[in-house]
């Protein structure tokens, strides 16, 4: 808990002040901690994790927001307080409806249908073992255009394309016309070809109370909303200043805009998700279920119980659904469940709708020109951290948070810390 706040001028008893406590804002404070600064999160809410949050409904844990990971995020091992985060994995590859029929994707490098000859497998394994060696600054160093304009180019059999790359990076980038920077593509896709996409056991919201609870007891001051932010104080809206040696705001970006006028807002995907409750799972095999003809409202799906049986009461089944933009009925549910029966080949009239969440503001657009690593000190001791600085990903997330702490200690201690860089 924060000590309480004391007159203008006098010492602080706080290094530090941490404005949110979603994944970005609890990077920062972790590694600001960790480097031996005295930190104190400022959360407007009664809990942490900002987007990354899970519901309870009905003994079901319901993520918000899309929140598949991937094995291969660095700052999963960088970050002491996330190692060993238990998840569950997903088989590699992908289900893939394609042409009215489904083909099971394994290792995308022994794929067979829907991608044509055997000289565009070999075409499409290849380019996806030189993406999962190539370093991230050669990636960042490549000619930039949208994803849809440099999949047209990279000389892939269009097939390859239409029934799997095109569906997949749509899933994993939450964007369907595919206008996102063909940078950022390459580093979700080299993601892919290097690990295993995943989900926290019981829930996306695991992530963030784990590192929330790496933090010294008393850090994080809940329902305590920010009005104003200077390098050295910051003012709440209950009228308290907050005195400090340096300020974080690692809040969305609207919020953070408005802290820090002049702060550019980018645009944002929408998404809604839907859970499902199902009389017997669709699938027993924990795999990613992928829409490649573009018939229906719903870009991915996957039987979560089958993944992580955590998250359903009793042995019940789960099935959690991604539309890329708002619902297509509103509130109701009818176009999205008859596009999942063709997606399952299985009735669905007996899927209970347990959850449709829309969420206009969901993830950051990254349409080129997209800077990767978008500056996050605005001045010495006034620093910004987000998705919306880095990549509209988890990993973004905690990177950014990252990066702010770093440029943090290094204005506000003696010299550097390498282990931050």
């Known amino acids: 808990m924060l000590a309480p706040a004391r007159p203008h001028g006098m010492a602080a008893t706080t ?15 972790h590694h600001l901690t960790e480097g031996g600064m005295r930190v104190s999160v400022l959360e407007a809410t009664e809990r ?16 918000r927001t899309p929140q598949l990971l991937n094995t291969a995020y660095p700052e999963l091992r960088r970050a002491s307080g996330l190692r060993g985060l238990p998840v569950a994995h997903l088989a590699p590859g992908a289900l893939v409806r394609a042409g009215g029929r489904p ?7 022994g794929a067979r249908a829907p991608f044509g000859s055997a000289r565009d497998l070999a075409r499409l394994g290849t380019a996806l073992d030189r993406l999962a060696a190539t370093p991230t600054g050669r990636i960042t160093a490549r000619p930039e255009s949208t994803t849809a304009l440099a999949l047209a180019g990279r000389g892939f059999a269009p097939r390859t394309v239409e029934n799997f790359l095109r569906p997949l990076l749509a899933a994993l980038l939450c964007d369907a016309e595919l206008g996102t920077s063909s940078r950022v593509a390459d580093l979700v896709l080299r993601g892919f070809a290097r690990g295993r996409a995943c989900l926290p056991v019981g829930g996306s919201a695991r992530l963030p109370e784990r590192l929330a609870a790496a933090l010294p007891p008393g850090t994080i001051r809940f329902g305590v909303r920010a009005a104003h932010v200077a390098a050295n104080a910051v003012h709440t809206t209950d009228g308290a200043e907050l005195p400090c040696r340096g300020v974080v705001v690692a809040t969305d970006a609207h919020s ?9 807002v980018p645009a944002f995907h929408p998404v809604t998700v839907v859970h499902h409750v199902a009389p017997t799972a669709p699938l027993r095999e924990p795999v990613l279920v ?6 229906g409202p719903v870009s991915h799906t996957y039987a979560t119980t089958s993944i992580d049986p955590t998250r ?20 109701s549910d009818k176009t999205i469940r008859d596009h999942l029966a063709d997606l399952y080949d299985t009735s669905t009239d007996r899927w209970d709708l347990l959850s449709l969440r829309s969420t206009p503001h969901c993830l950051p657009a990254m349409p080129p020109p997209h800077d990767l690593r978008r500056p996050v000190r605005v001045l010495s001791g006034l620093y910004v951290c ?15 948070g990252r990066r ?7 204005d506000l201690t003696a010299g550097p810390h390498p282990h931050l860089r």
């Open 290 to 295: 992928l829409d490649a003809d573009r018939i």
């Open 103 to 109: 083909y099971r994707v394994g290792d995308p490098r």
């Open 48 to 63: 942490v994790g900002g987007r990354m949050a899970t519901d309870t409904v009905e003994g079901f844990r319901l993520d």
């Open 404 to 410: 702010a702490a770093s440029a943090a200690l290094r």
């Open 15 to 29: 290094d530090v002040i941490v404005i949110g406590a979603g994944p970005a804002g609890l990077s920062a404070a």
């Open 256 to 264: 953070a805009a408005a802290l820090l006028p002049g702060l550019r």
């Open 312 to 331: 359903a009461p009793d042995g019940r089944t789960l099935v959690t659904s991604v539309v890329l933009g708002p619902p297509p009925d509103g509130r």
């Open 386 to 400: 987000g998705d919306h600085r880095d990549t509209s990903t988890i990993q973004g997330a905690l990177f950014s």
